[in-house]
């Protein structure tokens, strides 16, 4: 605020560069969360109620514009979410502190809902003697039930629990590591299966920030043009901040205009010359702003073939544009390079016909109306060794199956979910802001604040099933916050599995030595 005060005052560019203590110390903090929760469960294993009670610390003032409440908002809402539950009761408070701001981060509120829901399934497969995955298969929602709402009145549009999680037991041999873990506890060696089925929301609408008043955009924006050499310019309202925006739009777009993606040059990033949007937040740059450039593109394409049908004297139905020329829909045959169209468009449109005006540049927006969000889903397995002298616990495998509509491409999509695993293994194990009795934060650098490391890092299997929402043509939903919703879940279900012989039962994270060693009454 210092900085932005006196770029005002000195009416010039100011800029501040904080180091790691600062930024620490300054940087939006999240998941201070203290959750009680309790689960109702019949003998043959159905869910009757979920209650849970979620204090949450937000620091001294709440951030603007969205506020330090959302995630405590989004932890209500999504407990119990994957299941059919007929009583639900939830509480939110939210307090003060004389800590760091706290505000939103990737998945925000996933992971602690997630983690609670799993962990009171887990236990309640546990007190009746039920399999985890068995109970789950109980209770899920019927993957034939939708549309339909969850007990907190959100509305689910198509998820697929079912299908999920009979993909991961064939992914993970399910029945092969329960018969391993039995044979290697006769050898003193512990090991934990732990399951975490999860729902994530994405694609949020302006019924999210804008019903509340919250200047925030929710839709997004594209604009694509021939230029005089052929090649194609697409400016999108999204931003790209590692997810791939960049080469997910000139994927959409390239593939269209039947253009090669090396054609596709996309601007992004700069407000001054994109169309007005959102920007990348809540896993939706394929959802809305992917839905953007292909309703763009489409339109382009259409002025292109009109364009082409006039020069070739031919109509636009008998045209395709494919490898960057134009072409006889019927046998493929060349007919004109888009490079050569442009030239005519742009140098020489006194010979195009009478009455042809040439647009080769359309705009489009794209925002969601029916529902709320787009939610997806998903199930996460993990498989895990902890040694029971020191506490340590060792990564073995990870399974990841999830639901994020149409893929528009399966490799950005993967690495994706494979970051929010490692960014929810690190929760899961190291990551904790720890301050002293009078507020100070004692780790901040990062000496002493834990982050996963590759060597740490088990191979994470991703697998997919595919239900694309009907609210867009392109049928995309997000995938970006899906691996860190559930990956904590995972761990922590795989530990208290691992550790079911001493008859331990640990629900906190993260899941440090000091805390299965104080959790097995060894210090």
Same mark, same amino acid.
């Given at each position: 605020m210092a900085t932005y005060a006196l770029s005002k005052l000195l009416r010039r560019p100011v800029k501040f560069v904080a180091d790691r203590i600062e930024s620490f110390n300054t940087d939006i903090h999240a998941r201070d969360h203290c959750c009680k929760g309790r689960i109702g469960v019949k003998r043959d294993g159905t869910i009757m109620v979920f209650e849970i009670d979620d204090l949450t610390g937000i620091g001294p003032y709440s951030m603007y514009p969205r506020t330090s409440a959302i995630e405590a908002n989004q932890v209500v809402n999504l407990v119990g979410g994957?299941?059919?539950?007929?009583?639900?009761?939830?509480?939110?408070?939210? /307090?003060? +502190?004389?800590?760091?701001?706290?505000?939103?981060?990737?998945?925000?509120?996933?992971p602690i809902a997630c983690s609670v829901t799993e962990g009171l399934v887990d236990l309640a497969a546990s007190k009746i003697g039920m399999d985890p995955v068995?109970?789950?298969?109980?209770?899920?929602?019927?993957?034939?039930?939708?549309?339909?709402?969850?007990?907190?009145?959100?509305?689910?549009? +198509?998820?697929?629990?079912? &299908?999920? =999680?009979?993909?991961? =037991?064939t992914?993970?041999?399910?029945?092969?590591?329960?018969?391993?873990?039995? &044979?290697?506890?006769?050898?003193?060696?512990?090991?934990?299966? @732990?399951?975490?089925?999860?729902?994530?929301?994405?694609?949020?609408?302006?019924?999210?920030?804008?019903?509340?008043?919250?200047?925030?955009?929710?839709?997004?924006?594209?604009?694509?043009?021939? $230029?005089?050499?052929?090649?194609?310019?697409? +400016?999108?309202?999204?931003?790209?901040?590692?997810? #791939?925006?960049?080469?997910?739009?000139? +994927?959409? /777009? #390239?593939?269209?205009?039947?253009?090669?993606?090396?054609?596709?040059? /996309?601007?992004l990033g700069d407000t001054d010359n994109?169309?007005?949007?959102?920007?990348?937040?809540?896993?939706?740059?394929?959802?809305?702003?992917?839905?953007?450039?292909?309703?763009?593109?489409k339109i382009l394409r259409k002025n292109i073939l009109d364009v082409a049908a006039a020069i070739l004297q031919s109509s636009p139905a008998e045209l395709d544009i494919v490898n960057d020329t134009i072409v006889n829909a019927v046998d493929g045959s060349s007919r004109i390079d888009l490079k050569e169209l442009s030239r005519i468009v742009y140098f020489r449109p006194d010979t195009l016909p009478p009455g042809i005006q040439p647009e080769l540049m359309a705009t489009r927006h794209f925002v969601p109306r029916?529902?709320?969000?787009?939610?997806?889903?998903?199930?996460?397995?993990?498989?895990?060794?902890?040694?029971? $002298?020191?506490g340590f616990v060792k990564l073995l495998r990870h399974w990841v199956v999830e639901d994020c509509g149409t893929i528009i491409n399966p490799q950005l999509v993967d690495e994706q979910i494979r970051g929010g695993v490692v960014q929810g293994l690190g929760a899961a194990l190291f990551e904790k802001c720890i301050y002293d009795e009078r507020g100070q934060l004692t780790n901040a650098n990062m000496a002493d604040y834990l982050v996963p490391m590759?060597?740490?890092?088990?191979?994470?299997?991703?697998?997919?099933?595919?239900?694309?929402?009907?609210?867009?043509?392109?049928?995309?939903?997000?995938?970006?916050?899906?691996?860190?919703? @559930?990956?904590?879940?995972?761990?922590?279900?795989?530990?208290?599995?691992?550790?079911?012989?001493?008859g331990a039962i640990i629900t906190e994270i993260p899941l440090t030595p000091q805390v299965i060693l104080t959790a097995l009454g060894r210090i």
């Open positions: 994957p299941y059919v539950t007929k009583n639900y009761r939830a509480r939110a408070r939210v /307090v003060f +502190q004389n800590k760091n701001v706290m505000c939103q981060y990737r998945a925000v509120g996933h068995e109970i789950r298969r109980r209770n899920l929602i019927a993957d034939d039930a939708y549309p339909c709402a969850s007990p907190s009145g959100l509305r689910f549009e +198509q998820l697929s629990h079912h &299908a999920a =999680m009979s993909k991961l =037991m992914m993970t041999g399910y029945g092969a590591l329960r018969a391993e873990q039995t &044979a290697l506890r006769k050898k003193n060696i512990h090991r934990g299966i @732990g399951i975490a089925s999860f729902i994530e929301v994405t694609n949020p609408s302006a019924a999210f920030y804008g019903v509340g008043g919250a200047r925030i955009s929710s839709q997004d924006g594209v604009a694509v043009r021939l $230029d005089a050499t052929g090649s194609v310019i697409c +400016q999108t309202s999204i931003t790209e901040q590692g997810q #791939g925006s960049e080469s997910l739009t000139a +994927q959409i /777009v #390239g593939s269209v205009l039947g253009v090669s993606m090396e054609r596709v040059r /996309v601007i994109t169309p007005y949007g959102g920007g990348t937040w809540a896993s939706r740059g394929a959802g809305i702003g992917g839905e953007a450039a292909l309703q763009a593109a029916e529902y709320p969000f787009a939610f997806t889903n998903g199930v996460q397995a993990s498989w895990l060794e902890v040694d029971v $002298d020191t590759s060597g740490e890092m088990p191979d994470i299997d991703v697998g997919h099933v595919v239900s694309p929402t009907s609210e867009s043509e392109l049928g995309a939903k997000g995938a970006g916050e899906a691996g860190t919703a @559930g990956a904590a879940a995972a761990v922590a279900n795989a530990v208290n599995d691992a550790l079911k012989p001493f």
